[in-house]
């Protein structure tokens, strides 16, 4: 009864995958015809190509991957580096910057576009990746998680170290770290997926067409190719595809990064 629960679930994640792939394959008029087949008679694999370059989705893709990538950095080295202050260090008033910290995930994102914008205007940053990228370095629940995955650890090791003559440092760069890799990869595909599928974001951050993240250069195709369903989604299929490769990758530590939260 369960796995055929599970079954049913996983069929309705797919197949609205399966059918975006069907369809990018498909010729504009097998889309349009009633009934149309559910999948392409003869595969039409010049989609992909044709689609791609009725826009720069090179450079595109190449922004989003910069934007992704440098995101996913800053807010490993700012969760980390919070979440072992957190988890780890004594000083005055720890838990109530932490209980500020967290109330910031109770304000709307869309509330901190405006602010944000300012400051990145003010510095001259707007349609740059400093801009796209700098408000974005923090992650307050990337710190929540790795603090809580950080409190699980034992102790034990970490006296040990002392006891060897290792400092603060030491002990967080080749004790907890190595320890927190599921978190730290939680974390990371987190972020990644995050900046991949940002929408709202960069197209407020940018302005030309040079600096535009894929899921704005989506919005645009869709207004210029609106009736034409098959290139829509070879695009669409394009743009998802590196996320699912990236959850296939690390599968198994993302995994067990949930197991570790859900222990603390």
């Known amino acids: 009864m369960a796995g055929g629960a599970v079954l049913v679930l996983a069929l309705t994640m797919v197949v609205p ?3 975006m792939v069907s369809t990018a394959l498909m010729g504009e ?52 580096t919070a979440a072992y202050a957190f988890s780890r260090l004594r000083f005055p008033g720890r838990d109530r910057v932490f209980m500020a910290y967290l109330s910031v995930l109770m304000v709307p994102a869309v ?3 405006i602010p944000r914008f300012l400051i990145i205007n003010a510095l001259g940053w707007v349609d740059t990746y400093a801009g796209l990228i700098s408000t974005e370095l923090v ?4 710190i929540f998680l790795l603090r809580q995955v950080f409190l699980t650890l034992p102790r034990d090791l970490e006296d040990a170290a002392r006891l060897d003559g290792a400092g603060e440092w030491t002990i967080f760069w080749r004790v907890v770290l190595p320890l927190s890799k599921p978190a730290l990869a939680t974390v990371a ?7 991949w599928k940002s929408f709202l974001w960069p197209l407020i951050a940018t302005r030309s067409t ?55």
Do not use: K
């Not at 149309?36 to 989003?64: D, M």
């Not at 992650?139 to 990337?142: E, K, N, Q």
């Not at 595909?189 to 900046?195: E, K, L, P, Y």
């Not at 993302?254 to 570790?260: A, D, K």
């Open 17 to 19: 995958f399966l059918y």
């Open 29 to 80: 008029g097998d889309v349009l015809r009633y009934p149309g087949p559910l999948v392409p008679v003869s595969p039409h694999l010049g989609n992909f190509g044709a689609a791609l370059t009725a826009l720069p989705f090179a450079r595109f893709f190449l922004n989003t991957a910069i934007l992704s990538v440098s995101v996913v950095a800053g807010q490993l080295v700012t969760s980390t």
């Open 111 to 113: 509330v901190l576009l």
């Open 139 to 142: 992650s307050v629940w990337g």
């Open 189 to 195: 595909v987190f972020a990644f997926a995050n900046q």
């Open 210 to 264: 040079e600096m535009q993240v894929v899921e704005v250069g989506l919005a645009t195709f869709h207004g210029l190719y609106y009736a034409n369903w098959p290139y829509q989604m070879a695009v669409a299929v394009t743009a998802v595809a590196p996320l699912a490769a990236l959850y296939f990758v690390a599968q198994r530590y993302f995994i067990r990064g949930i197991e570790l939260t859900a222990d603390g």
